[in-house]
């Protein structure tokens, strides 16, 4: 069962259904058009053309039958991994979300736990207000003439639970004032029994995460461009937050993404050229690299129907 809602002042009926593939009901409340597609197998992304757009997208977390089943409402989202969109307005830091997309896990019976998931899946839309707001010095300001820069953000999808959740969040912004300045993708791993998101320090063993070079041997991907544009080797600080010369704290420039094929290393760091590369190795290099009792929970995730 897929459930969509409109949450927020301008909330709409949830909608039932069991055909992922294509649905679309026009009308609702104040006007609202609701649509939901499928993107990738066992992934469907709901669009409402109103406060926030609600949509289960974990098969796994979410069975489909013909009956109701469980309580529900205009405010209450189905059970299941859901994407959400945020088009919420950030007045003092000129920030201007467009449906901006994240992920959230609902429906679990720790609330505690959904509720550090949530916060972990929306950080980085969390990060991008924080970082612009420290950024808008007063030459930007005079150049945004009021006006907020436009920022989206994209989901995509990797393992999908129901143990281990991980996506990445791609930040394009339309900014109000002049720069070429990139913002990052960001990918957020989430352990769904812990209640938390899993670090660096939580999946690389100790030995790998002194010193990297293993993770990066076990890695294929664009290592000539990377040779080109003169970034290094990688080191235990790319794997923690930090400042990359600015006034607000940023992400790790190294940042870790799970599917079912094995992990990929995303780098991505504000900028224009060489900001944005992703390298991945298979789950069968990484005895060494991950730590034994993670990876097999991420192999199992991986194998998950």
Request: glycine share 12%; proline share 6%.
């Amino acid at each position: 069962m897929v459930r969509v809602a409109g949450t927020g002042r301008r909330s709409g009926q949830i909608l039932t259904f069991c055909d992922p593939l294509r649905f679309a009901v026009e009308g609702g409340r104040n006007g609202m058009r609701t649509v939901v597609r499928g993107v990738v197998p066992g992934v469907v992304r709901g669009v409402v053309r109103g406060a926030v757009a609600v949509a289960v997208v974990g098969t796994a977390l979410a069975g489909c039958s013909s009956g109701g089943g469980g309580k529900s409402g205009p405010d209450t989202p189905a059970k299941g991994t859901i994407v959400l969109q945020d088009s919420s307005d950030h007045p003092q830091q000129l920030v201007k979300f467009k449906d901006a997309e994240y992920v959230k896990i609902a429906g679990l019976a720790d609330k505690a736990a959904e509720q550090r998931i949530g916060q972990a899946f929306h950080a980085p839309l969390d990060w991008t207000v924080k970082w612009l707001g420290a950024t808008l010095d007063g030459d930007r300001r005079k150049q945004c003439q009021g006006k907020s820069s436009i920022v989206q953000t994209k989901v995509r999808f990797g393992l999908g639970g129901p143990d281990i959740v991980s996506a990445t969040n791609a930040i394009v912004m339309i900014p109000c004032y002049e720069s070429e300045e990139a913002l990052p993708t960001i990918p957020v791993t989430v352990d769904v029994k812990a209640g938390k998101a899993l670090t660096a320090q939580d999946v690389l063993t100790d030995t790998v995460l002194k010193d990297p070079k293993p993770l990066w041997d076990a890695l294929s991907g664009p290592k000539d461009d990377w040779k080109q544009c003169e970034l290094g080797d990688i080191s235990t600080k790319d794997f923690l937050p930090g400042k990359q010369g600015g006034p607000a704290e940023t992400p790790p420039n190294a940042g870790l993404f799970f599917d079912r094929k094995g992990l990929n290393l995303v780098w991505s760091t504000i900028g224009t050229d060489c900001s944005t590369f992703t390298f991945s190795a298979p789950y069968d290099k990484l005895k060494d690299i991950v730590k034994p009792d993670v990876l097999s929970r991420l192999r199992a995730a991986a194998d998950a129907k």
